[in-house]
């Protein structure tokens, strides 16, 4: 079965400093995803990681994918209060169904 | 994506009907229900018209598509235990496309 864990589940942090969320999932998958939500809004695709070594960078997030150790990051540089939002990884069940895997999200609150 | 009810209320067993329309001429689509402390969780998917299958939590929940933009949620007699926010997705024709998601509907079952 297909588990997708997020750490930290909460995460308050001053504005320019940086933090790094760690996204595992315990079977064989080659993609992951990260998504943004705001505050009773719906979700956004901020990455999609389609294999080992990915890494892919957006403004001050940058995410990466180790398909060995089963991690992907999403790394936060010199946050600022608009990147307060819920962040979550997920992966695909690749065992022949079309199961698509959230971890349970990452609740991020930048302090000016 | 859209879905037509951002705030629903309903009683214990009134049927529940959630629309989820896409214009993007995607072939997958799908549905989740967020609730505090256990992200999303998928309901049912769409591979395809009139292709559909169980996700993780499809009790008490029904499902159908019959044409390749409409992917409707149905509660036949719903409960309490069905109170969350449902999000409908869609994505294009490869395996493990990005999903785009629904503004979300927020049903509270009396």
């Known amino acids: 079965e297909l588990k997708v864990e997020q750490n930290p589940l909460f995460l308050s942090m001053q504005e320019g400093k940086n933090y790094t969320i760690y996204c595992n999932y315990s079977t064989t998958s080659d993609r992951l995803y990260w998504y943004r939500q705001d505050p009773g809004k719906s979700l956004e695709s901020l990455f999609v990681?389609?294999?080992?070594?990915a890494v892919k960078q957006e403004g001050r997030l940058m995410a990466s994918l180790d398909t060995k150790a089963r991690l992907s990051t999403l790394h936060i540089t010199a946050a600022v209060h608009d990147l307060s939002a819920t962040y979550f990884c997920?992966?695909?069940?690749?065992?022949?169904?079309?199961?698509?895997?959230f971890g349970t999200g990452t609740r991020l609150k930048v302090l000016a | 994506v859209t879905q037509s009810s951002r705030y629903l209320v309903k009683r214990t067993g009134e049927k529940v009907f959630l629309e989820c329309v896409q214009d993007m001429d995607h072939e997958n689509m799908f549905w989740y229900r967020q609730d505090p402390g256990l992200g999303l969780r998928q309901i049912y998917y769409s591979m395809n018209v009139e292709v559909t299958d169980k996700g993780d939590v499809p009790e008490g929940y029904k499902v159908s598509r019959k044409e390749k933009r409409n992917f409707p949620l149905i509660l036949e007699s719903p409960s309490p235990n069905q109170t969350s926010l449902y999000f409908c997705?869609?994505?294009?024709?490869?395996?493990?496309?990005?999903?785009?998601f629904g503004p979300g509907t927020r049903l509270t079952v009396l």
């Open positions: 990681l389609l294999s080992n070594g």
């Open positions: 997920a992966s695909w069940d690749t065992s022949g169904t079309y199961k698509y895997i």
């Open positions: 997705a869609s994505s294009a024709t490869g395996v493990g496309d990005t999903q785009y």
